[in-house]
């Protein structure tokens, strides 16, 4: 069964932009967004700048990505708490988010060919307690 998954950590607001996040933080992203920037047409509908620190290697498993992108921003979490606490005062937030695709044949997105040895994955103590002193949400897609 092909597989294709990554991780990211997200920060997300309707009100302060990637780069202010980035001045906070004393952090670039790996990537972001801007609110609005998705349609344009009938109107802009708005949705959240965001501020992402990402993990796309493939062959790992899903918590060996996590653990990588934890090992970049642990010695940002003190700035992450008190940003997020911010955020969450006007709508947005921290997320650790985990995209998979089973059976996932879309050539322009190669998986890998050894699916069963990445399909168990687990949160560790570390893990936890990062999403916890940050406050940040976790939220898993699965897609078939």
């Not at 998986?111 to 949160?123: F, R």
Request: hydrophobic share 35%.
């Amino acid at each position: 069964m092909p597989l294709r998954h990554y991780a990211y950590f997200a920060l997300f607001s309707r009100h302060i932009s990637a780069d202010d996040m980035t001045l906070h933080l004393g952090m670039t992203p790996d990537e972001a967004t801007v609110r609005g920037s998705r349609f344009t047409e009938p109107t802009v509908v708005p949705v959240n700048h965001s501020w992402m620190v990402v993990c796309r290697e493939p062959g790992l498993r899903v918590d060996e990505q996590i653990t990588r992108i934890l090992d970049r921003l642990q010695p940002h979490t003190d700035r992450i708490r008190d940003l997020t606490q911010h955020l969450a005062r006007t709508g947005g937030g921290a997320v650790l988010h985990i995209v998979r695709y089973f059976n996932d044949t879309d050539p322009a997105h190669p998986g890998t060919g050894n699916a069963s040895s990445l399909l168990g994955w687990h949160l560790d103590r570390k893990v936890l307690d990062f999403l916890s002193a940050t406050g940040a949400e976790l939220d898993i897609d699965e897609y078939d």
